[in-house]
DNA sequence: CCCTGATTCGC
DNA sequence: GCGAATCAGG
């Protein structure tokens, strides 16, 4: 498999929304995990929360142990910098669970973006007791709807027309052939429209009326 | 052992 | 440029 425009797209996207290079390779098929995580760094993304990272270059000495175990002797590596543009904090995120065993994470936000916990019932936001003062408060869905974003989305929005205007929540999945986003205006602040912002940001519903499934934009079953 | 991303290096 | 092999941490 060759890195097609589009497969570099789908790539780039759901590497920043925070997917895992397991995901992303399995949804653009033919590839490794590696090879995404390759191609990533060749393009230029790199880091972003990576669960190995308790190494911090100290400001001291330390004399560059050379690999002990390896095929070939590998001279010391300069410098494994890789701390530098790392989001403050990532926002929690409502996770389920719908096909493997570790947590799928949603498309996140890029740096920027107002740190939303969860929406609420009326349409109040759940902060923090520190972030106190919301962005904006959305007026979300009191309910879930389902995911209809539009009777009619003439020109469906490619991977690559999405912008910071648009609602980036995937329809469908990439390498289908009609995989798109949602392109609905967004909820000013947030990455969604709002109908999916309600979807994105589980709202916690008054019990007995919880019974819509858990959508998620990668790796659900299918939203449509 | 499972997972994660990072890096190296032969191709 | 690509990605398997390897490393390193959770």
């Known amino acids: 498999m060759s890195w097609t425009d589009e ?4 790539l780039k996207k759901m590497w920043e929304g925070g997917a895992t290079a397991s995901q992303i390779a399995d949804e653009l098929g033919g590839v490794s ?6 191609k990533a760094h060749r393009l230029g993304l790199k880091s972003r929360p990576s669960p190995v990272k308790a190494n911090e270059p100290k400001k001291a000495d330390k004399a560059p142990a050379a690999r002990p175990a390896a095929k070939k002797p590998a001279p010391p590596r300069p410098a494994p910098k890789a701390a530098d543009s790392a989001p403050a904090a990532a926002p929690p995120r409502p996770a389920s669970q ?3 065993g570790q947590s799928q994470p949603l498309p996140n936000p890029g740096p920027g973006l107002p740190k939303i916990v969860s929406v609420g019932p009326g349409g109040f936001l759940r902060q923090g007791p520190g972030d106190q003062q919301a962005p904006i408060p959305p007026a979300p869905p009191r ?11 003439a020109d469906k929005t490619s991977l ?7 609602c980036r929540w995937p329809m469908g999945h990439p390498g289908e052939p009609d995989f798109h986003f949602c392109g609905e205006p967004v909820n000013p602040g947030f990455p969604y429209c709002v109908e999916h912002c309600g979807r994105a940001y ?23």
Do not use: H, Y
Not at 143 to 153: D, F, G, H, Q, T
Not at 213 to 223: A, H
């Open 7 to 10: 497969r570099i797209a789908t």
């Open 33 to 38: 995990r590696n090879a995404v995580i390759g």
């Open 98 to 100: 719908g096909s493997g």
């Open 143 to 153: 309910r879930l709807v389902p995911a209809k974003p539009s009777p009619e989305i």
């Open 160 to 166: 690559l027309d999405l912008s910071d205007k648009v």
């Open 202 to 224: 589980q709202a916690q519903l008054p019990r007995g009326a919880r019974r819509p499934p858990p959508p998620l934009p990668f790796g659900g079953p299918r939203v449509r």
